[in-house]
């Protein structure tokens, strides 16, 4: 499939890489890491990584204003987006030939090739996969760029995701490419203080559910007050893991550019996509996200999420254990 996927890249002159809404350091960095690695390869190429950015990951590189072309002789490439309406600022019908580069459970079709690989643990994983396997050309900031995006969607390598492969992988791009670990993590990790502040007030808002799902409602008023942007709860969402009581956590923040609620959500155990996929969202068993219209609906959400969980508890004798606690 690899080789399939370069010999679309060769024959087209004019490719489109997109993303998911809502991006994401894999998202972004998986797209840009793509965008740069092409150009290298055929400098002559036009080459465009679109969609709609976010300052916080300004460290992983720009996206590109998208010039008028013809679309039909045009090859769309996405990364990281499982389904058609998820898709920021491409809509697959209007172009030449599509590939998909994903590591979501699959979702839909998109009508050319599904690179689909559900055990990489990023789609900056099956990146490295395919330029290492390709004569796709890489250099250090491409193999830094890759670095973020994987290290982000792996939780620094703590999801069960990552495999043989991804420490294969990344030792090989470590060993050829040498790049500054520390300096690296610096990048990715500094912050201001107004977002710890902030984090700390999740922390102390979280509403805890009967059976271990753990929520805060972020309005618009509390992002302005700690000047904050609306993904910036979304980006906190895994510094929440390890909390004795909580199966399933949730930052439900209102986008008031979007006109919608996004909902990240995360769990250590309960299986959380489906209850995502029935209000139109999507992601990993672990790791999902929505988009609804209402507070009401997102805390409709939180009380199947809860059902979840409960039944979780029940099928794997957590009660017992609470109880001898």
Same mark, same amino acid.
């Given at each position: 499939m690899y080789k399939e996927i370069y010999k679309y890249i060769k024959k087209y002159n004019n490719i489109v890489i997109a993303r998911h809404i809502g991006v994401d350091p894999d998202a972004m960095a998986s797209q840009i890491a793509l965008r740069d690695s092409i150009k290298l390869t055929f400098p002559e190429k036009n080459v465009y990584a679109i969609g709609n950015g976010s300052t916080r990951f300004s460290y992983i590189g720009k996206l590109d204003k998208l010039e008028e072309f013809e679309k039909d002789k045009t090859l769309l490439i996405t990364v990281d987006v499982p389904d058609r309406r998820r898709i920021d600022g491409a809509d697959p019908n209007n172009f030449g030939f599509v590939i998909k580069i994903d590591h979501?459970?699959?979702?839909?079709?998109?009508?050319?090739?599904? #690179?689909?690989?559900?055990?990489?643990?990023? &789609?900056?994983?099956?990146?490295?996969?395919?330029?290492?396997?390709?004569?796709?050309? #890489?250099?250090?900031?491409?193999?830094?760029?890759?670095?973020?995006?994987?290290?982000?969607?792996?939780?620094?390598?703590?999801? +069960?995701? #990552?495999?043989?492969?991804?420490?294969?992988?990344?030792?090989? %791009?470590?060993?050829? %490419?040498?790049?500054?670990?520390?300096?690296? %993590?610096?990048?990715?990790?500094?912050?201001?203080? =107004?977002e710890v502040r902030f984090q700390g007030y999740i922390s102390e808002n979280l509403t805890?559910?009967?059976?271990?799902? &753990?929520?805060?409602?972020?309005?618009?008023?509390?992002?302005?007050?700690?000047?904050?942007?609306?993904?910036? $709860?979304?980006?906190?969402? =895994?510094?929440?893991?390890?909390? =004795?009581?909580?199966?399933?956590? #949730?930052?439900?923040?209102?986008?008031?550019?979007?006109?919608?609620?996004?909902?990240?959500?995360?769990?250590?155990? $309960?299986?959380? +996509?489906?209850?995502?996929? &029935?209000?139109?969202?999507?992601?990993?068993?672990?790791?999902?996200?929505?988009?609804?219209?209402?507070?009401?609906?997102?805390?409709?959400?939180m009380s199947e999420l809860d059902r979840v969980c409960e039944q979780y508890i029940k099928d794997n004798g957590l009660e017992e254990e609470e109880n001898d606690n």
């Open positions: 979501h459970p699959f979702m839909e079709d998109f009508g050319g090739i599904e #690179c689909i690989q559900t055990t990489a643990s990023s &789609a900056c994983e099956i990146l490295m996969d395919i330029i290492s396997n390709t004569k796709l050309e #890489c250099n250090k900031q491409i193999a830094e760029t890759l670095y973020y995006g994987l290290i982000s969607d792996s939780n620094r390598f703590l999801f +069960n995701t #990552c495999g043989p492969r991804t420490f294969k992988l990344v030792g090989e %791009y470590l060993e050829k %490419y040498q790049f500054d670990l520390k300096e690296l %993590y610096q990048k990715m990790y500094l912050r201001p203080l =107004n805890l559910t009967d059976n271990g799902v &753990a929520y805060v409602d972020v309005t618009d008023d509390i992002i302005n007050k700690y000047k904050v942007d609306s993904a910036a $709860p979304g980006n906190m969402i =895994n510094d929440f893991n390890f909390i =004795n009581e909580i199966l399933v956590w #949730c930052t439900i923040t209102e986008d008031v550019k979007s006109g919608l609620i996004r909902i990240s959500i995360r769990s250590r155990g $309960p299986e959380i +996509n489906k209850v995502a996929e &029935a209000h139109n969202g999507g992601g990993h068993k672990m790791a999902s996200g929505v988009r609804v219209q209402t507070f009401e609906e997102a805390h409709i959400i």
